[in-house]
């Protein structure tokens, strides 16, 4: 049976307690006898808001804990308590911590190509790996016109005994979008990376940046990673500029270091170029930071890419 002490307002220390006062152990998760390695000490771990006992690894290490695997199924039961995988997703499904899965702005148009229940297929279900084996989740159950596709997403991650949920919110990107745990400081952050190309002179990789709060991944900002545009040029008459912008980021304990780079060129047609007009006009660079605000990620300084495209 499942634990029922998967409140999202119980501090996780008091659900420990309970669950080894009464011994309850998952019986719907089995034992998984793949470690992946010995975590280091849990002081900068994030507190889960939900969690649910797992059978006990086979080999256990004194004073270490040990990082556990466990089948996506498992962590689909633990994300939305009411899920069983015969069953599908229900559209009015709840995850653990009392939300609504579907019930969300970020999801709306979005459609189950099957209908509901929505059955959910191993490839639905990406799982990345972190620092101190935090994992990041990615469900992807609605499709959109665009090709998006959206569903819900977490940051877990399955120690000893014990699998918890740190936080969950909801996803919307391309199929091939990336997300990643990392470390900020004491933070623990997603990064969801995804490109998008409409056209090859037209081009934007973005990442967005969610926050743990409350139990719930909050996408605190949005950070253009790569970015090219055509436009026609306001200095050269009768020509294109071309913006070509990367982005280098560095996560550290002041926050995100963005340094960002633009070249400017200078093309005759939108497809081709010959000597004399293709050339590369000016470079500019600039360095920035996003530092945590309570729910926010507040920048020193205003994108690079909004002060310098439309201007050659």
Not at 49 to 65: L, S, T
Not at 108 to 136: C, M, N, Q, T
Request: glycine fraction near 8%; charge should be neutral.
């Amino acid at each position: 049976m499942r634990s029922p002490f998967r409140s999202p307002f119980a501090p996780a220390v008091l659900q420990s307690a309970l669950m080894a006062a009464l011994g309850v152990v998952s019986s719907g998760c089995v034992d998984n006898q793949r470690p992946v390695y010995e975590a280091q000490a849990r002081q900068t771990t994030p507190i889960s808001v939900c969690a649910q006992g797992i059978a006990p690894p086979a080999r256990q290490a004194e004073g270490k804990a040990i990082v556990r695997d466990l089948e996506p199924e498992q962590w689909l039961e633990i994300m939305m308590p009411e899920y069983a995988s015969n069953d599908g997703l229900q559209p009015t499904l709840t995850d653990c911590t009392g939300h609504y899965v579907f019930a969300n702005e970020t999801l709306r148009y979005g459609v189950s190509l099957d209908g509901w229940p929505h059955l959910v297929k191993p490839d639905d279900l990406d799982v990345r790996s972190g620092p101190k084996g935090v994992k990041a989740l990615r469900l992807r159950a609605v499709n959109f016109e665009n090709g998006d596709q959206g569903g819900p997403i977490a940051l877990v991650r399955a120690v000893n005994d014990r699998a918890e949920v740190f936080g969950v919110g909801v996803y919307r990107g391309p199929e091939d979008a990336k997300l990643t745990p990392v470390r900020l400081g004491n933070e623990t952050m997603l990064v969801a990376e995804a490109r998008r190309c409409p056209d090859e002179f037209n081009c934007r990789k973005v990442a967005d940046l969610y926050l743990l709060r409350r139990g719930r991944l909050i996408n605190a900002a949005q950070v253009d990673l790569e970015r090219v545009l055509r436009v026609p040029s306001v200095t050269e008459k009768g020509l294109y500029a071309e913006y070509k912008m990367t982005t280098d980021i560095e996560y550290t304990p002041e926050g995100v270091q963005l340094l960002e780079q633009i070249r400017v060129k200078i093309i005759p047609y939108e497809t081709q170029g010959d000597r004399d007009s293709d050339r590369v006009l000016r470079k500019v660079e600039f360095r920035r930071l996003l530092r945590v605000e309570r729910d926010t990620l507040f920048s020193s300084n205003e994108s690079l890419w909004e002060r310098v495209v439309g201007q050659d």
